[in-house]
């Protein structure tokens, strides 16, 4: 059976890479995964970025306006680091103009984000709790009171609303285990980090159901997907050199990809994403890291889209 067949299959739009990404090439994988059947489009928040970036909500406001039906998702936006009322108005804002197209994800981010932005780490995740709720309100309420210990709103609102009802799903990341649990308890889905390995994606999997579980959710409806960093070349070491360079740039790992990460052949790759499916994945976002345009096509014909 054809992966595409076992799950739904996302594919990354171009948007961070130590090459600079012209417009074209987004416009071109935007339209090719809409026509060969990909569930939808994601980015990450990248904002003070050593390699180059877009950001995440004008980008996948550009590729709404090219596409019809791919549904498109960042995993994640910081929120910590934001104003909530602006995150809910900047994908209040995607979902109406993509036509009820938006997936919102949110996370902790790390120690960095908050000194980049001068932002205390203490109460983190006290700021993180109250933004998702008042993202949640502004997008289902005409008027918010919200008497939090960070944030206040004394009956604002905004007059556009998202689409979806009751409101654009939100999937939380984060590999800790009590993140994981937090995406079963706040979340609407939970997408694990490309950086992480299978193994460890299982022993995730496995605590996000017991918490669904424990919580009266069925695991089965909930989404749980893992983003994959990968290349797929006819011949692995193409595969393996293009992966090395990525890492050792973007991630500035000295050794590049290691044994865990995703590339080879297309059998190879295909045997990796179905050892996730495997694991506990109901959902998968392949982030092809380079050739960009190319592997759309590849990786169309490894997921049995082709």
Same mark, same amino acid.
């Given at each position: 059976?054809?992966?595409?067949?076992?799950?739904?299959?996302?594919?990354?739009?171009?948007?961070?890479?130590?090459?600079?990404?012209?417009?074209?090439?987004?416009?071109?994988?935007? +339209?090719?995964?809409?026509?060969?059947?990909?569930?939808?489009?994601?980015?990450?928040?990248?904002?003070?970025?050593?390699?180059?970036?877009?950001?995440?909500? %004008?980008?996948?406001?550009?590729?709404?306006?090219?596409?019809?039906?791919?549904?498109?998702?960042?995993? @994640?936006?910081?929120?910590?680091?934001?104003?909530?009322?602006?995150?809910?108005?900047?994908? =209040?804002?995607?979902?109406?103009?993509?036509?009820?197209?938006?997936?919102?994800?949110?996370?902790?981010?790390?120690?960095?984000?908050?000194?980049?932005? &001068?932002?205390?780490?203490?109460?983190?995740?006290?700021?993180?709790?109250?933004?998702?709720?008042?993202?949640?309100?502004?997008?289902?309420?005409?008027?918010?009171?919200?008497?939090?210990?960070?944030?206040?709103?004394?009956?604002?609102?905004? @007059?556009?609303?998202?689409?979806?009802?009751?409101?654009?799903?939100?999937?939380? /990341?984060?590999?800790?285990?009590?993140?994981?649990?937090?995406?079963?308890?706040?979340?609407?889905?939970?997408?694990?980090?490309? /950086?992480?390995?299978?193994?460890?994606?299982?022993?995730? @999997? &496995?605590? %996000?159901?017991? +918490? %669904? @579980?424990?919580?009266?959710?069925?695991?089965?409806?909930?989404?749980?997907?893992?983003?994959?960093?990968?290349?797929? =070349?006819?011949?692995? +070491?193409?595969?393996?050199?293009?992966?090395?360079?990525?890492?050792?740039?973007?991630?500035?790992?000295?050794?590049?990809?290691?044994?865990?990460?995703?590339?080879?052949?297309? =059998? &190879?790759?295909?045997? &990796?994403?179905?050892?996730?499916?495997?694991?506990?994945?109901?959902?998968?976002?392949?982030?092809?890291? /380079?050739?960009?345009?190319?592997?759309?096509?590849?990786?169309?014909?490894?997921?049995?889209?082709?």
């Amino acid at each position: 059976m054809a992966l595409k067949d076992l799950v739904p299959i996302g594919m990354s739009l171009p948007h961070r890479s130590p090459d600079v990404i012209d417009m074209a090439t987004v416009r071109r994988v935007a +339209e090719r995964a809409e026509a060969l059947g990909f569930s939808d489009l994601w980015v990450t928040e990248n904002t003070l970025d050593h390699v180059f970036s877009f950001d995440p909500a %004008l980008i996948l406001t550009y590729a709404a306006a090219v596409t019809t039906r791919i549904r498109l998702g960042v995993a @994640v936006v910081v929120l910590p680091i934001h104003n909530p009322s602006h995150v809910a108005s900047q994908f =209040a804002t995607l979902d109406y103009v993509s036509n009820g197209r938006a997936i919102l994800g949110l996370g902790l981010g790390r120690d960095h984000h908050y000194a980049e932005f &001068q932002i205390p780490k203490a109460h983190r995740l006290t700021r993180f709790r109250e933004g998702v709720d008042i993202v949640k309100a502004l997008w289902t309420q005409p008027k918010v009171n919200y008497p939090g210990t960070i944030y206040r709103l004394e009956g604002d609102g905004m @007059v556009i609303k998202p689409v979806q009802k009751p409101h654009p799903p939100i999937w939380l /990341g984060g590999n800790h285990p009590d993140a994981v649990r937090r995406a079963a308890r706040l979340g609407d889905g939970w997408i694990a980090a490309g /950086g992480s390995t299978t193994g460890a994606f299982g022993t995730s @999997v &496995q605590i %996000l159901r017991a +918490e %669904l @579980v424990k919580l009266g959710r069925d695991p089965a409806t909930f989404p749980i997907s893992k983003r994959v960093f990968l290349s797929v =070349a006819e011949r692995a +070491e193409t595969a393996k050199a293009e992966l090395d360079r990525w890492f050792s740039i973007v991630y500035r790992r000295p050794g590049g990809a290691d044994a865990d990460d995703i590339h080879g052949t297309p =059998a &190879q790759v295909r045997e &990796q994403l179905e050892a996730l499916v495997a694991a506990g994945a109901n959902h998968l976002l392949v982030n092809p890291v /380079g050739r960009h345009v190319e592997q759309v096509d590849a990786l169309a014909e490894v997921v049995g889209l082709k």
